[in-house]
């Protein structure tokens, strides 16, 4: 069993910046793939982007080029730096563990799940 529990969220303007983190209650390291979700109003879930279990990122098209993952392995930790946010970043932001034992993450196998994080992005 895997608890997650993410923090960071918050109001920001346009063309600001936040940082969101999400705590592990294991050590994810080279076991689970690790990925942020996101949750706009009226819209379905989407992945942001995700982290393999050999560090490899990957972002939605969306996001590309403005948010980047990253692990703290020693503290068990996933973060989603973001900046140059955008009106439509605003949603409830989930992180998402897999366990793995190859280098693939299907997006329909993330199993554990935080209680997410709300981001709000005003003019």
């Known amino acids: 069993q895997v608890q997650l529990v993410e923090s960071g969220g918050g109001s920001v303007q346009a063309g600001g910046s936040l940082r969101l983190s999400c705590a592990a209650s294991?050590?994810?390291?080279?076991?689970?793939?690790m990925a942020w979700f996101r949750q706009g109003p009226g819209k379905e879930r989407e992945v942001v982007a995700y982290?393999?279990?050999?560090?490899?990122?990957t972002y939605g098209d969306s996001v590309r080029g403005r948010f980047t993952i990253s692990q703290d392995n020693a503290k068990n930790t996933l973060f989603l730096q973001m900046n140059s946010l955008k009106l439509e970043d605003t949603g409830i932001y989930y992180c998402?563990?897999?366990?793995?034992?190859?280098?693939?993450?299907?997006?329909?196998?993330?199993?554990?799940w935080g209680q997410g994080t709300q981001v709000t992005v005003s003019s």
């Open positions: 998402a563990a897999q366990r793995r034992d190859d280098t693939i993450c299907p997006i329909a196998m993330y199993d554990y």
């Open positions: 982290i393999n279990v050999i560090s490899r990122t």
């Open positions: 294991v050590s994810t390291y080279r076991r689970y793939c």
